[in-house]
């Protein structure tokens, strides 16, 4: 094994602190791309605080705006006599003056070994929509607990946001140790209360580390000094070995954003590569037409290519005239995306209005804009964990839905492709971003064409209905299948109301 | 480039440049993604084009994004009247040498009322030579979508702007009530008057910014590079003195220095470094021991802190 992945070995164990020294360089800076993370918790436990320190400790803040820091945090001095790290993040007069994060502030550092770009999101519960944009295109979150206060109901919305985005690295950061007097058990208290909630998200790599923000304990320099019973790794060292989201594996995907026709004799289909990869020679299907064609070239500016990967901005040309327009979606002929006008999905409701049944919204995916009508299904109880029925959903509600559409969609599912799995929702009326929402599978048609067929309603125990569904002959089928989990109580109400 | 081309000719022939690195191939390719959507989703977008380091990234990335089409909107210079020479003369023979569309608007009020740095301060100046023509020019063109080459780690309000920034019809930004940005799922959808700003440069740094020039040898003002040039020293900035509208005050001594800009923009208002550098290699390595940050230099900026958030609430790119 070599080093890293040793390190790496040991990031996967949840049970335990994760304990290791600093390694060799992993990579030089710029030989890879940057690692994505925010940070997010509760309000007021420290996460813009962090940051400063974060940006402080490995140089990227200059002299003249440090100087800037220290006239502002003027008179609003801590015991300690440091700056307001936080005012390095805090960049509105709005946040200033209420001492909060209302929205993202990125911002983009580097130590010798890699470079990162840091989202520090709000924790306040009414900028929920701010924190779910930071976490959309993170790797990894920086989770911060308050180690006098414990884990909130917003820790765990924030946590269970970042897992349902696809993150599924965390560190756990629980700051302002120093006020419990460096409490070792009310560190390991709260660690073990986290990894509970890691594991009950699917989570399993979680590194707990006691963290002074302020004062700039286990940040970038060891706490060692006042904590000699932690010898965990400090947050940059775990920044440090964290691993970027690899380019999903599933088969070629072009979201078509634009048609290029300079002239007579050229014509090729713009847009970034969605997944998997594509050359000439290469047959591929155009969605949600169907019809087929080879690929002749890959053109970009600097020359042909022979060959482009995922996140490829290209243009493709093909062998043959076929109808093509933005928001199709160029797909590998043999790994084709889900096509449907009904799907199942997860999303997080953004604004005041929340999401209402029956309202018709737009909604956007790649480089594809449609009209959807949204049921909702259930809302996620945050203290219990519990997936509870919902016919609508309040602002930020994390919530399963039906979405319904007039024309055809084209997804992946969100654990397949981030990209094709993604959606925002539209509302048609203030033009306003309402909901983000995460494919979890397509549903059969069962109100459509085949709504004469006949069918067969079952209510079985969920053990024996598990059993079942994990045969082959079922999830051959798993497509054609309606499934919903409720309690023998409400299933029997349901199977009273059929006749027949 | 002509616009037509035989199959054979879409080989670049004079590319012998390495390929990128993958963290600016990353930046590259976000970039190209939000010009295409930019294009395709607005009706009447423009580019502001302020000749500057970061606006020429951000026309080499348009170029790149259409290939091998023409950049399919126009080039907006809002010209206060005191740029550097040097960028005007470099202005007009890119825009020459890439064929591409180019507006330039003055606002009126700078000749009928006399409007100079020296007269009114940089403060009400860049409110009416900038700020205000900027309004003007964008009203007049109808444009419904603006391409700018701001960058978040310019300035903590910068920092909490989105890639589509929404404006409302007299052009202000409502930083409290940004729409929500998920992915890279841009939501462009406006009212008449409305518009969106957009910033495929957001998450670029200065330093990505010189390695891409680099890498992709992009020609830019050679103001950057270091010269000995004549200067005044005048409020701790030095002050290029070349155009004869610069009056020296009372105590003020031309000299000459070996400067380079770190930024542009109006002359009167834009500090020189002392500096060495004359390659892109000695512009990076200063750059990666630097220890103030690149708005140091810029008059406009260092009034207090959050007064770009209030120009750019008011319209200010
Ligand atoms: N003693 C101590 N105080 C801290 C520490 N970290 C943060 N604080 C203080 O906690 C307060 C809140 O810190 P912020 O960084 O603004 O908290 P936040 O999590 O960013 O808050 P929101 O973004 O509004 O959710 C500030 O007064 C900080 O100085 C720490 O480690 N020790
Ligand atoms: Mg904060």
């Given at each position: 094994m070599t080093a890293p992945a040793i390190a790496n070995a040991a990031l996967d164990d949840a049970t335990e602190v994760v304990t290791y020294t600093a390694q060799e360089p992993v990579r030089a800076t710029r030989d890879s791309r940057p690692l994505r993370l925010i940070t997010c918790g509760?309000?007021?436990?420290g996460k813009s605080t962090l940051i400063g320190r974060l940006l402080w400790d490995t140089k990227a803040v200059k002299e003249d705006q440090a100087a800037t820091l220290q006239r502002d945090s003027n008179g609003k001095q801590n015991d300690l006599g440091l700056p307001d790290f936080a005012l390095l993040l805090d960049g509105l007069q709005a946040e200033r003056e209420q001492g909060i994060t209302i929205d993202v502030a990125y911002r983009y550092f580097s130590t010798d070994k890699r470079s990162f770009i840091v989202a520090d999101t709000p924790g306040h519960e009414q900028y929920t929509r701010n924190m779910a944009t930071g976490a959309s295109t993170a790797d990894l979150a920086v989770l911060l607990v308050d180690a006098r206060v414990g884990l909130l109901e917003q820790t765990r919305r924030h946590a269970t946001i970042a897992t349902l985005m696809g993150i599924r690295q965390f560190v756990l950061a629980v700051n302002k140790i120093d006020l419990t007097n460096y409490d070792r058990s009310r560190f390991e208290q709260i660690s073990h209360e986290f990894r509970e909630l890691a594991l009950s998200l699917g989570v399993r790599q979680v590194t707990a580390i006691p963290v002074s923000a302020l004062k700039g304990e286990n940040v970038v320099y060891d706490g060692r000094a006042s904590m000699p019973w932690y010898d965990g790794p400090t947050l940059i060292e775990v920044l440090e070995l964290a691993t970027t989201r690899s380019a999903q594996t599933v088969g070629f995907r072009l979201p078509v954003q634009r048609v290029s026709r300079p002239g007579e004799s050229f014509r090729g289909y713009q847009g970034t590569v969605a997944g998997g990869s594509v050359k000439p020679g290469d047959s591929v299907v155009i969605l949600p037409s169907g019809m087929v064609a080879n690929v002749t070239k890959i053109v970009t500016f600097d020359l042909v290519r022979n060959a482009a990967v995922a996140g490829d901005a290209i243009t493709l040309v093909l062998d043959r005239q076929v109808d093509v327009s933005r928001g199709d979606v160029i797909a590998a002929i043999d790994s084709q995306p889900m096509t449907g006008l009904a799907f199942d999905a997860q999303l997080v409701a953004l604004q005041p209005e929340g999401i209402q049944p029956g309202k018709r919204y737009w909604l956007k995916s790649g480089s594809r804009r449609q009209r959807v009508q949204v049921q909702p299904a259930s809302q996620l109880d945050l203290k219990t964990g519990k997936w509870n029925h919902a016919d609508e959903l309040p602002m930020n509600a994390i919530g399963k839905v039906h979405l319904i559409f007039d024309e055809q969609a084209i997804f992946d599912a969100y654990e397949q492709n981030r990209t094709t799995g993604a959606f925002i929702l539209i509302d048609p009326d203030t033009n306003n971003t309402v909901a983000g929402g995460m494919i979890t599978a397509k549903r059969a048609a069962l109100g459509g064409i085949h709504a004469e067929e006949s069918r067969v309603i079952l209510s079985l125990p969920a053990d024996l209905a598990d059993q079942l569904m994990a045969t082959e002959l079922f999830a051959g089928r798993r497509e054609d299948v309606e499934v919903r989990r409720v309690t023998a109580g409400k299933a029997a109400e349901i199977i009273d109301t059929i006749d027949g | 480039m002509p616009h037509n081309h035989p199959e054979t000719e879409l080989h670049n022939p004079q590319s012998t440049k390495p390929p990128l690195d993958p963290h600016l191939k990353a930046l590259e390719n976000e970039a190209i993604h939000i010009f295409r959507e930019v294009a395709a989703e607005f009706e009447r977008p423009v580019m502001l084009y302020s000749i500057g380091k970061d606006s020429s990234v951000l026309l080499h990335l348009a170029r790149k994004a259409f290939y091998p089409g023409r950049v399919p909107f126009p080039l907006l210079h809002v010209d206060t009247g005191w740029k550097f020479r040097e960028m005007i003369a470099f202005r007009d023979e890119i825009v020459e040498k890439y064929d591409l569309d180019l507006v330039v608007h003055t606002n009126p009020r700078g000749a009928a009322e006399n409007v100079t740095p020296f007269s009114h301060g940089s403060a009400l100046y860049t409110d009416i030579m900038k700020t205000e023509a900027l309004r003007q020019a964008l009203d007049a063109g109808q444009y419904d979508a603006a391409f700018g080459g701001a960058r978040r780690d310019e300035e903590a309000s910068r920092a909490k702007e989105r890639i589509y920034s929404f404006r409302t019809p007299d052009h202000r930004w409502d930083p409290r009530n940004q729409r929500p940005e998920l992915w890279n799922i841009y939501n462009g959808m406006i009212r008449k008057g409305e518009s969106v700003r957009a910033f495929p440069l957001s998450n670029w740094t200065e330093v990505d910014i010189w390695r891409y020039i680099q890498a992709e040898e992009i020609p830019i003002v050679p103001l950057y590079f270091a010269k000995k040039r004549p200067i005044v020293e005048r409020d701790g900035m030095m002050i290029l003195a070349e155009d004869p509208r610069l009056e020296l005050l009372p105590g003020e001594v031309k000299r000459e220095e070996v400067i380079r800009f770190r930024t542009l923009g109006c002359f009167p208002l834009t500090g020189a470094i002392r500096s060495g550098a004359t390659t892109l290699d000695d512009i990076i390595s200063e750059l990666e021991t630097a220890t103030v940050s690149e708005r140091q230099g810029r008059a406009i900026d260092r009034d207090q802190s959050g007064s770009m958030e209030k120009k750019k609430r008011e319209g200010y790119f």
């Open positions: 509760s309000v007021d436990d | -």
